[in-house]
């Protein structure tokens, strides 16, 4: 069947995108419930307050880069929607670095088509952008720095790893698997990375090994050791600057807040009803070890296992570290979706029905969570526990969902070494 | 003698005028202490926070009877009647309006040279809290003049980590909204709150009562070239209150849940743990695709 290609593809995506922007101002205007999401009236208010030459942070549960303040500046003086279709764009660019990095690694042009429909017509995802939430953003940078690597740009992926870390912390996961993956079997001076074609997809148990083996005899390669100094350099540049420039306050809400955020409100996460339940008391320094454990394990697996895969690699660690997190809202979800596309072309899971069950599993336990939040939020019922219990089932699915993809996936690193003779170069 | 007599006199009416003299400028002034208040402050509220950090009832309500006892507005004296016909609390969960009903009585022939606002003040008790951007947005589509929290405004603080806070809200009354035979205001106030979460409980719900509101309506006298304000506060004679208490159960967390949460949680989390570890170990080691993939 001939999918339409892509450039219709991306301008009825970027239609659809300007009408729900459209409508989304008609409805904010003129029913009770907005559209807009309450976090862009906050990046607008802070912006506002920026171009007043006020500090962001005067504006309460503003706990973002002052760089988002910044870049909605135009929100005050062009239009109040301006944010929504930048971070629309970058919606549609998701979309765009996608199809490139399928292309780089050889995937024929249906199965391409296929994996961006994925993003661009997720409702979850075309829905966000519009409604105002910056999440497009960093997508749209993490993808850009797998081109990077993929393509030897190593200088700017260091820049751009750096930012994304300043502006969202989570992307600090995927530091080991870069590092592993700046291999000096793959990146040589002087010559650009070979990519392994979708075609020929296999690997050897032998190589995995041998790939620990030398990366811990080697850890301290050039290729690394920049990358790491670059990344690192211009997040203590960032955090630097708006340091001096708003000073502890940038620091509480930008930085600290995210890693020492324990919300007893009700979220996704397993956790939120026991630390509702402790919230009287400090949790102690060894219970918080303890709870970060079950996530520090899975990470450092899924990282030691998967590393050369490193797309691959970034979408089960994404998963893994939303639902072992304390706090589960729905926007972290953004952060796989993006590379979910990346990694259906090696999936040996057919979308009838294997992919049709983990779909539908997924969202009803969600849908299931929801109903029971519904039932506490909105009708005052006292169902902590039910809701607890709901949380436990869709940390369940994610599991099931997770294991399932590993289990149907056919691992395939994304560089050949260059030092054999029979190294295809990809032009 | 009669010069001892004479200068006891004198000092007598003396002191008599400068008693006349500074209760004089003292009335000259009284106004001038809430007119200051109203031009450095559009809410009251604003101007307790200023002086107390937290909310204290007692020293609400001092703060109210020293600083806004009231003043006659312009040439008449007049006193206007203030009362809250009905309270409610609408909706059900974690959001919900609280409704006043507040009727303001007033002579006729005084409106006219008046320009007057309604002030309703809630003191909020602990366990509920006013979003200060809902309502700006409120006071932008029209619904209030003004309206505004003070206090712990934190939206996301539980009861148990949040000091109490105050919403004021202004409506204007205007000679066009008067009702019936044209002598009294009837508003509705409606101000939307939300639950914070409550502390631990053994049964699973905790009581919230709200208090009655402060009621004030706050005047200008249109033709008096100093713009003196006046103001009639609902705790001077003629005010009628609703009698029955406005009660919220907010749902609450159960104590007794607490040892077997914990211990499922950590379970949970071991468990998943430990099966996408499996997974991983025991993920297929050699996978060769042969043809074409199907999706």
Redesign the interface.
């Known amino acids: 069947m001939e999918v339409m290609n892509f450039r219709s593809l991306i301008i009825f995506s970027a239609f659809l995108r300007v009408l729900l922007i459209v409508y989304g101002e008609w409805q904010d205007t003129h029913m009770e419930v907005r559209y807009t999401d309450v976090d862009y009236?906050v990046f607008s208010?802070a912006a506002a307050l920026v171009v007043d030459g006020k500090s962001p942070y005067k504006r309460?549960?503003y706990r973002y880069s002052p760089l988002i303040a910044f870049i909605l500046t135009p929100n005050s003086f062009i239009h109040r929607s301006w944010g929504k279709f930048l971070f629309s764009a970058s919606d549609l660019l998701v979309g765009y670095f996608i199809r490139t990095i399928l292309k780089l690694r050889g995937v024929?042009e249906?199965?391409t088509i296929?994996s961006v429909l994925v993003w661009l017509f997720n409702p979850f995802t075309f829905t966000i952008g519009t409604r105002g939430n910056c999440e497009p953003i960093i997508c749209a940078i993490i993808l850009w720095i797998i081109i990077c690597i993929m393509r030897g740009n190593l200088f700017q992926g260091a820049v751009w790893y750096g930012l994304v870390v300043h502006m969202r912390i989570y992307p600090i996961i995927y530091a080991l698997p870069i590092v592993l993956t700046l291999d000096p079997n793959h990146f040589q001076r002087g010559k650009k990375p070979a990519i392994v074609d979708?075609n020929?997809?296999?690997?050897?148990?032998n190589e995995t090994s041998n790939r620990l083996w030398v990366f811990f005899q080697s850890i301290f390669t050039r290729s690394r050791i920049l990358f790491g100094l670059i990344s690192a350099t211009v997040f203590f540049f960032c955090t630097g600057i708006f340091f001096y420039l708003y000073e502890w306050e940038f620091l509480h809400e930008a930085l600290l807040y995210h890693l020492t955020r324990t919300?007893?409100?009700h979220n996704f996460s397993?956790?939120f009803?026991?630390i509702?339940?402790?919230?009287?008391r400090e949790f102690a320094v060894l219970e918080k070890l303890?709870?970060f454990?079950?996530?520090l394990?899975?990470q450092i697996?899924?990282v030691f296992?998967?590393a050369q895969d490193f797309p691959f690699c970034f979408f089960v660690q994404t998963v893994?570290f939303v639902?072992?997190n304390k706090v589960i809202t729905a926007q972290y979800f953004v952060w796989f979706f993006c590379l979910l596309p990346l990694i259906l072309?090696w999936s040996k899971m057919?979308?009838k029905w294997e992919g049709i069950l983990c779909v539908l599993v997924w969202i009803g336990a969600q849908t299931h969570w929801l109903f029971w939040g519904y039932m506490?939020?909105?009708?005052?019922?006292?169902?902590?526990?039910q809701l607890?219990a709901a949380s436990?089932l869709f940390?369940?699915a994610n599991?099931y969902v997770?294991?399932t993809i590993?289990?149907r996936h056919?691992?395939s690193p994304v560089f050949k070494r260059l030092v054999t003779s029979r190294t295809k170069k990809i032009t | 003698m009669e010069y001892q007599g004479f200068r006891v006199l004198l000092h007598l009416r003396l002191g008599i005028m400068l008693t006349l003299l500074a209760g004089i400028t003292y009335c000259k002034h009284a106004p001038a202490s809430f007119s200051e208040l109203f031009r450095r402050h559009k809410y009251i509220t604003e101007a307790y926070f200023q002086k107390h950090e937290t909310l204290i009832d007692r020293a609400f309500q001092d703060f109210i009877s020293s600083e806004l006892s009231h003043v006659f507005c312009g040439k008449q004296n007049f006193m206007p009647k203030l009362s809250v016909m009905q309270r409610q609390l609408i909706g059900?969960?974690?959001?919900r309006r609280l409704t006043s009903s507040v009727k303001i009585e007033i002579q006729p022939e005084v409106i006219s040279s008046l320009s007057c606002e309604a002030i309703v003040i809630e003191r909020l008790p602990s366990g509920v809290f006013a979003d200060p951007?809902e309502l700006e947005h409120l006071t932008g589509r029209g619904v209030f003049s003004g309206a505004s929290a003070f206090g712990d405004?934190?939206?996301?603080l539980?009861t148990?980590?949040a000091n109490r806070s105050v919403v004021e809200v202004h409506v204007d009354l205007s000679p066009n909204s008067l009702s019936g035979n044209k002598n009294s205001w009837e508003l509705k106030i409606e101000i939307p709150l939300h639950a914070r979460?409550a502390?631990?409980g053994k049964h699973?719900?905790t009581r919230v009562e709200f208090e009655s509101p402060d009621l004030f309506v706050h005047c200008v006298d249109e033709g008096d070239t100093l713009n003196q304000s006046c103001i009639f506060s609902s705790t001077d004679e003629g005010v009628r209150t609703s009698p029955h208490a406005i009660v919220w159960?907010?749902?609450?967390?159960?104590?007794k849940?607490?040892k077997i949460?914990?211990v499922?949680?950590?379970i949970?989390?071991?468990v998943?743990?430990l099966?996408?570890?499996m997974?991983?170990?025991f993920?297929?080691?050699?996978?060769?695709?042969n043809g074409t993939?199907?999706?």
């Open positions: 009236l208010d309460s549960t024929p249906n199965l296929y979708w020929s997809r296999q690997h050897k148990l919300d007893p409100r397993i956790y009803y026991h509702y339940l402790n919230y009287e303890i709870s454990l079950p996530q394990i899975v697996v899924l296992r998967f893994a639902a072992f072309p057919k979308l506490l939020e909105f009708k005052g019922k006292q169902v902590f526990l607890w436990l940390f369940a599991i997770m294991i590993i289990r056919t691992y | 059900e969960g974690s959001h951007f405004t934190d939206l996301e539980p148990v980590r979460y502390p631990l699973g719900y159960e907010v749902p609450s967390g159960i104590v849940h607490t949460v914990s499922l949680t950590f949970a989390a071991v998943g743990a099966s996408v570890f997974a991983c170990i993920y297929s080691e050699v996978s060769v695709y993939k199907q999706s």
